[in-house]
């Protein structure tokens, strides 16, 4: 029996919110799924870096900024690695506009946290209409039909009910759980678990009902360029992680000529 959830994704086009890039913006960048943690100094100094020495009009986080986000009130925890991130996040707020979409790891970030860095939230999906082209703009979780039980879980997690009864808990309590979750994913990872990728059909439906040519997301940590159908395609971001060999992160960028990536600093380099 076809899975309940899965179905209702299959044939239910989300409700696309819509910006228009004010006319003087002439680049525009594209990042996701840095996973920022304590734990990854290289990679936290990486996108310090990147915030401060992009030239780009407008920067757009698609998702999974952070590995995990345990609620808000996390900012006001002196010497947090939230309030750190929110610093640096506020800083490059005030020399360009900073739009923020929720991923699966971040999906608690709320009102506090964007009014506390300046920035603005984004609908997942969204469509940005630049230089008279629509691009959709996603995380890409939604588009996994296949990981039928990271769907159901997205259900439930996205609940006013759900999230109100993680967040009544401890600071303290809610860090333990999301440690426990990081150390499942990653076993499972270990495990060489082949993860679902977006779903073709899905993302054409998308598409076709945004009147718009390229989706732009990420998620699936597998930066690619695909061709859905003639004149369609999707643009996957790169996951960052600096002190891999060789380091993987880069920055999508939209301009009147068209997308291009862009690595990482050379100074991140490693050999």
């Avoid at 989300?14 to 990679?43: K, M, N």
């Avoid at 999974?64 to 939230?82: R, T």
């Avoid at 891999?244 to 990536?261: D, I, K």
Wanted: net charge negative.
């Amino acid at each position: 029996m076809t899975d309940k959830i899965t179905s209702a994704v299959t044939t239910t086009v989300p409700r696309f919110e819509e910006l228009i890039a004010p006319s003087h913006w002439r680049t525009v960048d594209f990042i996701s799924d840095l996973h920022l943690q304590a734990g990854e100094p290289t990679t936290v100094a990486a996108w310090q870096h990147y915030l401060q020495a992009t030239d780009a009009d407008a920067l757009f986080i698609l998702g999974d900024l952070f590995e995990v986000w345990v609620g808000d009130d996390a900012i006001q925890e002196p010497c947090s690695f939230e309030a750190q991130g929110c610093a640096a996040l506020k800083a490059a707020a005030q020399r360009l506009p900073v739009y923020f979409m929720h991923g699966n790891r971040d999906f608690l970030a709320g009102p506090a946290f964007l009014a506390h860095c300046g920035i603005t939230g984004l609908s997942d999906p969204t469509v940005l209409v630049f230089n008279s082209q629509r691009f959709v703009l996603s995380h890409g979780d939604l588009l996994c039909l296949d990981d039928v039980d990271y769907q159901r879980f997205r259900v439930q997690a996205r609940s006013t009910e759900w999230q109100q009864h993680f967040l009544a808990q401890p600071l303290a309590t809610r860090r333990a759980q999301a440690r426990g979750i990081r150390q499942e994913s990653e076993a499972r990872k270990q495990s060489g678990v082949t993860y679902a990728d977006v779903d073709g059909p899905a993302a054409i439906a998308w598409l076709q009902a945004a009147q718009a040519h390229t989706l732009i997301h990420g998620h699936t940590h597998r930066p690619g360029d695909h061709a859905l159908a003639p004149g369609l395609q999707r643009v996957v971001l790169s996951d960052w992680d600096a002190a891999a060999l060789p380091p993987r992160a880069e920055t999508l960028r939209l301009s009147h000529a068209g997308l291009e990536r862009l690595p990482l600093a050379p100074k991140y380099e490693r050999s």
